[in-house]
């Protein structure tokens, strides 16, 4: 005997849309069908017309997840399958809109026959009520697993399944992270109904709309606003290539990889400035500044036909699954230095894999970027030397070698040899920077502090010397010393 499982869809409204077709099945098998739930308008119609339902209602009681409830009642439904032969299974709207049970059962339809019988879908009796045309654009999401970056706010959007208050909640609260307090949307309940209820409420009153129920959805049109699209990545992204369309900007247009160099470089060294700082506003100023800067070399490498957004994301998507595959593989770290150690291996394993020159030396130094500033670029060749043994253990002997090159640097300055003294004097630089390293000091941030430690102690010299009405530049070198112990003190 063949299995099988008819579903039914009991469409949107009520007895009256019903085709024929599905009224005959239900009528023709009265005592072999399943809902469900019983809370669609059309079921106490069927009820009168003597077709007797077997609900599954009470499941959702027992279950604090759904999808919990929507195994069991499978499970169910194959047990009833495996008596009766063929069982009838009918569910509000389209089987295949919005219905978790029925994407479950197809799973099983190997071993048994599952034949979907149609059925209104809900969406239809939406886009009638709301006078919608779903071409322009449309988006239907679950507001039991919705997030906030789930929305396309430039589409026509219908959130289902905003059953009760608690729902409704979880859906305010996801989309005041992308629109105001005050923003309207539309809550419709058992559309296409004669109990349809449609409600325009600001997004903070959507949890205490009273005809909330399971046949309520929430709509949502197109943000026609701009100023609501600015926290949309696509929105600046149509900003950028609007500045160097056509009719743009003819500075952004002019732009080239080349050209934009320097100015990547000062908005990092501004970023770091605004972390300094600790000033949030600054900080979100600052990192958008860099963002534009990765967006333009984007736009570019679009408008040259070579690469584009995607291409960039795409890789630094696929870069990061594959470096830390103790999250994303089976890969074990339990620690920083752990997942540091990971990192290089699989950077030198692409190095490989990309095939360099057979003749060529691979060097632990790749990797290094030329135009680091020279005292970070010094940390870093002195630590990718050090994880071969390349490098004091101690401290003792580091002292020795700066006291060494600080000696040579001395002579070649009485020597008057003003080239060997330059490179003697970067000799002294590095060996300081490699007593930093030791004691886990970062040389470039340790100078960065000392750089704003004498712009603002100079700053203070000034600013007294101004308030007293005198020129900075007649003052004595005693003076002016005083007048640093003085700024000390004030830190």
Same mark, same amino acid.
């Given at each position: 005997?063949?299995?099988?499982?008819?579903? $039914?869809?009991?469409?949107?409204?009520?007895?009256?849309? $019903?085709?024929? %077709?599905?009224?005959?099945t239900?009528?023709?098998n009265?005592?072999?069908?399943? /809902?469900?739930?019983?809370?669609?308008?059309? $079921?106490?119609?069927?009820?009168?017309?003597?077709?007797?339902?077997?609900?599954?209602?009470?499941?959702?009681?027992?279950?604090?997840?759904?999808?919990?409830?929507?195994?069991?009642? /499978?499970?169910?439904?194959?047990?009833?399958?495996?008596?009766?032969?063929?069982?009838?299974?009918?569910?509000?709207?389209? =089987?295949?809109?919005?219905?978790?049970?029925?994407?479950?059962?197809?799973?099983?339809?190997?071993?048994?026959?599952? !034949?979907?019988?149609? %059925?209104?879908?809900?969406?239809?009796?939406?886009?009638?009520?709301?006078?919608? +045309?779903?071409?322009?654009?449309? &988006?239907?999401?679950? %507001?039991?697993?919705?997030?906030?970056?789930? $929305?396309?706010?430039? &589409?026509?959007?219908?959130?289902?399944?905003?059953?009760?208050?608690?729902?409704?909640?979880? !859906?305010?609260?996801?989309? #005041?992270?992308?629109?105001?307090?005050?923003?309207? !949307?539309?809550?419709?309940?058992?559309?296409?109904?004669?109990?349809?209820?449609?409600?325009?409420?600001?997004?903070y009153?959507?949890?205490?709309?009273?005809?909330?129920?399971?046949?309520?959805?929430?709509?949502?049109?197109?943000? *026609?606003?701009?100023?609501?699209?600015?926290?949309?990545?696509?929105?600046?992204?149509?900003?950028? *290539?609007?500045l160097r369309? =056509?009719n743009?900007?003819?500075?952004?247009?002019?732009?080239?990889?080349e050209?934009?160099?320097?100015?990547? /470089?000062?908005e990092?060294?501004?970023?770091?400035?605004?972390?300094?700082?600790?000033?949030?506003?600054?900080?979100?100023?600052?990192?958008? +500044? !860099?963002?534009?800067?990765?967006?333009?070399?984007?736009?570019?490498?679009?408008?040259? %036909?070579?690469?584009? #957004?995607?291409?960039?994301?795409?890789?630094?998507?696929?870069?990061?699954?594959?470096?830390?595959?103790?999250?994303?593989?089976?890969?074990?770290?339990?620690?920083?230095?752990?997942?540091?150690?990971?990192?290089?291996?699989?950077?030198?394993?692409?190095?490989?894999? @990309?095939? *360099?020159?057979?003749?060529?030396?691979?060097?632990?130094?790749?990797?290094?970027?030329?135009?680091?500033?020279?005292?970070?670029?010094?940390?870093?060749?002195?630590?990718?030397?050090?994880?071969?043994?390349?490098?004091?253990?101690?401290?003792? =002997?580091?002292? #020795?070698?700066?006291?060494?090159?600080?000696?040579?640097?001395?002579?070649?300055?009485?020597?008057?040899?003003?080239?060997?003294?330059?490179?003697?004097?970067?000799?002294?630089?590095?060996?300081? /920077?490699?007593?930093?390293?030791?004691?886990?000091?970062?040389?470039?941030?340790?100078?960065?502090?000392?750089?704003?430690?004498?712009?603002?102690?100079?700053?203070?010299?000034? &600013?007294?010397?101004?308030?007293?009405?005198?020129?900075?530049?007649?003052?004595?070198?005693?003076?002016?010393?005083?007048l640093?112990?003085? @700024?000390?003190?004030?830190e």
């Open positions: 005997m063949t299995q099988s499982i008819h579903i $039914i869809g009991l469409g949107a409204g009520d007895l009256a849309q $019903i085709p024929l %077709g599905i009224y005959r239900l009528t023709n009265r005592e072999r069908v399943f /809902v469900r739930t019983k809370d669609h308008p059309v $079921i106490n119609e069927l009820k009168q017309e003597g077709i007797n339902f077997h609900s599954f209602d009470e499941i959702y009681e027992k279950h604090d997840r759904f999808e919990d409830v929507y195994i069991e009642i /499978v499970e169910r439904l194959l047990h009833e399958v495996s008596i009766k032969g063929t069982v009838f299974y009918a569910v509000p709207g389209h =089987p295949m809109v919005a219905e978790a049970t029925v994407q479950h059962l197809l799973q099983h339809s190997e071993k048994i026959n599952v !034949v979907l019988e149609g %059925g209104q879908s809900f969406l239809d009796a939406m886009f009638s009520a709301l006078k919608m +045309d779903p071409i322009e654009g449309f &988006q239907l999401v679950d %507001g039991v697993t919705m997030k906030s970056e789930d $929305i396309n706010l430039k &589409q026509h959007v219908i959130i289902g399944q905003v059953y009760d208050q608690f729902s409704a909640s979880e !859906v305010k609260l996801a989309l #005041m992270d992308r629109l105001p307090d005050d923003y309207e !949307v539309t809550v419709v309940t058992a559309a296409g109904s004669e109990q349809e209820s449609i409600v325009t409420v600001p997004l009153d959507l949890d205490r709309v009273t005809t909330l129920s399971n046949l309520t959805a929430v709509y949502l049109p197109p943000v *026609k606003n701009d100023e609501l699209l600015y926290r949309d990545f696509s929105k600046l992204r149509e900003v950028i *290539k609007t369309g =056509p743009g900007c003819p500075w952004d247009r002019k732009q080239t990889h050209s934009l160099k320097r100015y990547a /470089v000062e990092i060294y501004e970023l770091l400035e605004a972390i300094d700082e600790q000033d949030d506003d600054h900080l979100v100023e600052e990192l958008g +500044d !860099v963002l534009l800067q990765v967006l333009l070399h984007a736009q570019i490498g679009e408008d040259n %036909g070579y690469f584009n #957004m995607e291409d960039v994301i795409s890789k630094v998507t696929e870069k990061m699954i594959r470096r830390h595959p103790h999250v994303f593989a089976d890969v074990t770290a339990d620690s920083a230095e752990e997942v540091v150690s990971n990192w290089e291996d699989i950077k030198k394993q692409e190095k490989q894999e @990309a095939g *360099k020159n057979e003749n060529e030396v691979m060097s632990l130094l790749d990797g290094i970027p030329a135009s680091l500033p020279n005292l970070l670029k010094a940390f870093k060749l002195q630590k990718k030397a050090a994880r071969v043994g390349f490098d004091w253990g101690e401290e003792a =002997p580091m002292w #020795m070698k700066l006291q060494e090159e600080i000696a040579e640097w001395l002579h070649e300055m009485k020597e008057g040899s003003y080239d060997a003294a330059v490179e003697e004097f970067g000799d002294v630089l590095f060996a300081f /920077v490699n007593l930093a390293r030791f004691h886990k000091i970062d040389p470039e941030e340790a100078l960065r502090q000392t750089n704003e430690k004498f712009s603002r102690r100079f700053r203070y010299i000034e &600013q007294v010397v101004s308030k007293r009405g005198d020129i900075l530049s007649e003052q004595t070198l005693t003076e002016l010393d005083s640093w112990e003085e @700024a000390k003190k004030q």
